[in-house]
DNA sequence: GCAGCAATAGTCATTAGGGACTAAGCGAGT
DNA sequence: ACTCGCTTAGTCCCTAATGACTATTGCTGC
C-alpha cells in the first residue's frame, strides 16, 4: 500500500512512518497539518490516506472531502486519541473509509488500512453502531441543544461567563427582560432549574463540539 | 539508554518502540498505563521512563513520584500532546527531569531524553520559562486557588455540578447554614460575587490543572 | 394572507442566593 | 495552655433568579 499520513504531532508522523515501512509499505508523505495532506495527496494519488482528526474543529472533517476531490481513488482514514461515535458517523458521512483509535496496535490499524484500500469500510463494529443508532434521543440532555436559537446560544455564552441578567441585557442590547425570557426558554429547553445547572450541562458535556460553528 | 515507555496509545507506544529501537535504544517495556510503568519500571530499573501526561487528572502527575520511589535512578520525562506550562511546573516539582511535545521530531525527544539521563534538566528553555516566570501573582483571579481547604474544593465540585446549596448540604451531611458559609468563603476568596462567576472561573482556565491531586 | 417561530417586553408571586455578621467545637502546632 | 485555622452553625436584610404567565413585532414558508 502507498500510503500518506497527516497528524500534528511529528513524533507519531515519523514513528507511524516507520513502523509503516517496517510492515511493509510505503509511506510517501508525511504531513504535518490537513493542507499539506492534501497538496501530498495530490501529487502522490496514494492507495489511502491515513489522517488525524485532532485539528481544530470542523478542519479534519472538511480536509476529507478535499482530498477525495483531488483524489478520488484515495480512500481516507480517519486516525484519533478517543473514540467518537459522534464524529464517526460525520467522517463516515463526509467520504471517510474508515476510524481507528490510536489505542490500538499497529497491526490492526494495518488490517483497517488494507480493508480501506479493498473497498471495505474500516470502523469497529461496535463504534458503528453507536453512531448511527443513537440519533440524539429525547432522553439525552445534549439533544435540545439543537434546538436553541442562535439567540439563546449567545445567552449561553453570557451565562457561561458568570453574567448577571443585567450584564446580560447590556451585553445584547435588550431590556433586562428580554434577557430573562431568553434564560427561561434555555432552561426550559434544556430541562434544568437554573442557569448554574445549564453552565454544569454545558462544561460538562459538550465543550466544543456542540457549540454551533458560526457562533464560534 | 534503556527505556520505558508508557502511553494510552497503543499505536504511538509500539511505533515508539519500533522508533526508539532504530535509534540505537533499548525499550526494555511498552505500558499501556500508570500502574504497569510503575511495575515495569521497578522490574527492569531503567535509565529513563517516557510518561505520557494525557491519563485522567492528576493520575500522571502522581506516577513521578511513585516511579521515582521504585527506581530513584531513573529518570521521569513527561510526553505530552500540548505544551501546557502549567503542567510542566507541577511535573518538575514532582520530581520529572523533563517535558516533551509530541509534536517534536523523534531525534529531538531521544536528545531529550539523553539529557535527562545525564541529569540534566529536558525541558525547552521558552516552556521553562512561563512555566516559572508567572508567580501566580496576587493579580491572577486563580492566585487564591492555593488557598481553598479541602472543604471548599468539595464545595467548588458541588457548584460546577449546578447543585443548590440544600442539594450540596445534603451530599457534604452538614446543614444549609454551614453549606452556605462554605460558598461565601469560597467567593470571597476567589473575589467573585456569585457561584456562577466561581463556574465559570474553573471551566475557563483551571480545568484539571488547579484541582488538588487528592482531591480528584 | 395566515400559521409558526424568534425576538422583544412586560407582570406577579415565590424562592434561592449573597453580604455581613457572630460564635462554638476541635485539632495542630508553639 | 494558648493561638490559629478549619469546620460547623446560626442570624438579619436585601437583591437576584425562577416559574408562570401574556403580548407585540417581524420574518418565513405555505
New binding site residues.
Partial sequence: MRIVVCDDHLLLLEALGLALGAAGHEVVALAGNPEEAIAAVEMHKPDVCLLDVNFPSGTSVMAIHQIREVSAETKVVMLSAEADHAIVGRAIVEGASGYVGKEKPIAEIVEMLDRAVRGQLAVEPALLQRALRPQKSTEDPLWALQ?L????WQVMRCIMEGQ???EMAEA?G?????A?????NL??KLGV????QAAALMSAHGSLDSWPVHLR
Same sequence: chains 1, 2.
Avoid: G, I, P
Fill in positions: 434546538f436559537t442562535d439567540r439563546e448577571t441578567t443585567e445584547l435588550v431590556q433586562r427582560s428580554t430573562r425570557t431568553h434564560v427561561q432552561l426550559t432549574h437554573s442557569r448554574l
